[in-house]
């Protein structure tokens, strides 16, 4: 089936520093998300983007937070600067739609970062 | 705020045996509710999802809504080891794209 593709699976990083996850949704999706889920509670949602634009985010969705998918290629989620509680596993979705009458959400494995 | 919980915590059954899993939520303004099925170290995958009230049927999987109740609930019949996984169910109120709502998940497993 349809996969999504993260980049790299894990990533350690010191405070302070900048880092950048990679997806590669599925390629002809639309619509595309980051979860975020912090060790041993639920997968919460950070941010959904289309057309270029962040369409909706939530309250995890820091200042320091952004995303883009330039020219096509991967959606990106990136850091700048990482915080203690920005370790998480991060995961990136795609859908062909949006809205309740989306298709389903295809979801990466996830990229667990680790803020030292 | 959508609050959505899940029991049990984790399950173990036979193989062979009908596996009943649950989940609650808060908003009743909701109206996407689905399963996801997550291997270890896999990606989550979507199971089944349903919209209005009653039951969804694929294969050995089936999937029960009662809106009135706040609950919905997934149905394994014939469990397999093979369906030993974290089950996640989500839950959105339909005007946010793509914005889920997950519950902390059911662990089951299944012993030949």
């Known amino acids: 089936g349809p996969k999504v593709l993260q980049i790299p699976s894990h990533q350690i990083i010191d405070m302070g520093q900048m880092v950048t996850l990679n997806c590669d949704p599925v390629?002809?999706?639309?619509?595309f998300y980051w979860y975020k889920q912090i060790l041993g509670q639920q997968m919460e949602f950070l941010v959904n983007?289309?057309?270029?634009?962040?369409?909706?985010k939530s309250k995890l969705f820091k200042d320091q937070f952004s995303v883009e998918r330039p020219d096509g290629s991967y959606f990106t989620l990136k850091i700048q600067p990482t915080a203690l509680e920005d370790s998480a596993v991060y995961f990136c979705?795609?859908?062909?739609?949006?809205?309740?009458?989306?298709?389903?959400?295809?979801f990466g494995s996830g990229t667990r970062l680790t803020v030292l | 705020q959508q609050k959505v919980q899940q029991s049990p915590e984790s399950l173990i059954v036979p193989e062979g045996a009908m596996t009943s899993l649950n989940c609650t939520f808060s908003?009743?303004?909701?109206?996407?509710f689905a399963w996801y099925r997550q291997h270890s170290g896999k990606a989550p995958k979507a199971l089944m999802s349903?919209?209005?009230?009653g039951e969804k049927e694929e294969g050995r999987f089936t999937i029960h809504l009662n809106k009135a109740s706040l609950h919905f609930s997934l149905h394994i019949r014939d469990s397999q080891p093979s369906d030993s996984a974290l089950y996640l169910c989500?839950?959105?109120?339909?005007?946010?794209?793509?914005?889920?709502?997950f519950g902390a998940g059911t662990q089951l497993i299944v012993i030949p």
């Open positions: 983007f289309y057309n270029g634009k962040v369409m909706e």
């Open positions: 979705a795609s859908s062909t739609a949006g809205g309740v009458s989306a298709e389903t959400l295809y």
């Open positions: 349903i919209f209005s009230n």
């Open positions: 908003d009743s303004a909701s109206q996407y």
């Open positions: 989500a839950v959105s109120t339909g005007s946010a794209l793509g914005r889920l709502h």
């Open positions: 390629s002809n999706h639309l619509y």
